[in-house]
C-alpha cells in the first residue's frame, strides 16, 4: 500500500479517551492525503504520522474556521523524507508540525490559503509557523500573503532570519501582485535578509497596472529599502 488516506470523520473517530495518537508503518506508504475535512477536534491533542518512506502530503481544507470553533489537534509528520507537501485550504485550523526541518530539505512545499473573513488571528499564526517548518526545502510556493500579513506585521518583524535566507535562497516570486502594503512588507523582508539573492520576480495583477500610480509608489518604495544582497535582478511582468 502506498497510500495513508484520513477524512475528517475518521480522525473523529479516534478514541477520544487519547491526548496523543500515533500512526506508525514500516510498509511502503508514500502518500498521505487529508481531503477535504474540518479540523481534527474532541480530546485527541496530537496525531503523530511516522512513515519512514513518506514522501508526499496533501492537506485540503474546505472548512471555514470560527472563533467559537474548539481547540483542533495538531499534526506531527516525523521520520520521513518528503519530496512535496501541499496545503489548500481557508485557512489552518490545526497545527502541523514537521519533527524536524530537515526531513523537508529536499521537498518542495505548496501552500495556498484563500481569502476568508471569520477566521480567528490564531489560524494566521499557524500560517506563518507552518511556513517556518520548510526553512530547509527546496523552494516554497506561498498564495496568500494577505492573510498572512493581516495578523502578523509585529511577528514579520521581529522574526528570526532563518538560515536559507542567508545561505540558498536566490530566487523570490510574487503572482498577482496588486501594489498593497502587505505584498511590499513581505518584499521589505527578503530584500534585506536575503543575502544571496539573484533574482525578485514580481507578476502583476493585470497589465493597466503596470502604468499606474500604485505600482509607481510600489516601485518606488521598493527601491529604497536596505538590500542584503550584493547584486540581483528585479524584475515585472504581467499574468
Given at each position: 500500500m502506498r497510500q495513508i488516506l484520513m477524512s475528517g470523520n475518521t480522525a473523529n473517530a479516534m478514541q477520544r479517551a487519547l491526548h496523543t495518537f500515533v500512526m506508525k508503518s514500516d510498509s511502503r506508504r508514500r502518500y498521505f492525503k487529508l481531503p477535504n475535512s474540518g479540523p481534527i477536534t474532541g480530546t485527541v491533542k496530537v496525531v503523530i504520522v511516522k512513515a519512514p518512506l513518506?514522501?508526499?502530503?496533501h492537506?485540503?481544507?474546505?472548512h471555514t474556521p470560527s472563533f467559537h470553533e474548539p481547540c483542533s489537534c495538531q499534526i506531527e509528520f516525523s521520520d520521513c523524507h518528503l519530496k512535496e507537501f501541499t496545503f489548500d485550504g481557508y485557512?489552518?485550523?490545526?497545527?502541523v508540525i514537521l519533527s524536524d526541518p530537515s526531513i523537508a530539505k529536499n521537498a518542495c512545499a505548496n501552500i495556498k490559503l484563500s481569502?476568508?473573513?471569520?477566521?480567528?488571528?490564531e489560524a494566521g499564526l499557524r500560517a506563518f509557523a507552518l511556513l517556518n517548518q520548510f526553512s530547509q526545502a527546496k523552494s516554497i510556493t506561498f498564495d496568500g500573503s494577505e492573510g498572512i500579513f493581516r495578523f502578523n506585521k509585529e511577528l514579520?518583524?521581529?522574526?528570526?532570519?532563518?538560515?536559507?535566507l542567508t545561505s540558498t535562497l536566490k530566487v523570490v516570486k510574487f503572482g498577482r501582485v496588486n501594489g498593497y502594503k502587505h505584498e511590499l512588507c513581505l518584499s521589505k523582508?527578503?530584500?534585506?535578509?536575503?543575502?544571496?539573492l539573484e533574482r525578485?520576480?514580481?507578476?502583476?495583477?493585470?497589465?493597466?497596472?503596470?502604468?499606474?500610480?500604485?505600482?509607481?509608489?510600489f516601485k518606488e518604495n521598493?527601491?529604497?529599502?536596505?538590500?542584503?544582497f550584493s547584486f540581483a535582478v528585479v524584475e515585472f511582468s504581467y499574468d
Open positions: 513518506l514522501e508526499n502530503i492537506m485540503v481544507q474546505d485557512a489552518i485550523s490545526q497545527p481569502k476568508w473573513q471569520d477566521g480567528t488571528p514579520l518583524n521581529s522574526a528570526v532570519v532563518r538560515d536559507c523582508f527578503f530584500m534585506e535578509n536575503g543575502t544571496v525578485m520576480s514580481f507578476s502583476l495583477a493585470s497589465q493597466e497596472l503596470g502604468k499606474s500610480k500604485v505600482m509607481e509608489d521598493l527601491f529604497s529599502f536596505k538590500k542584503g
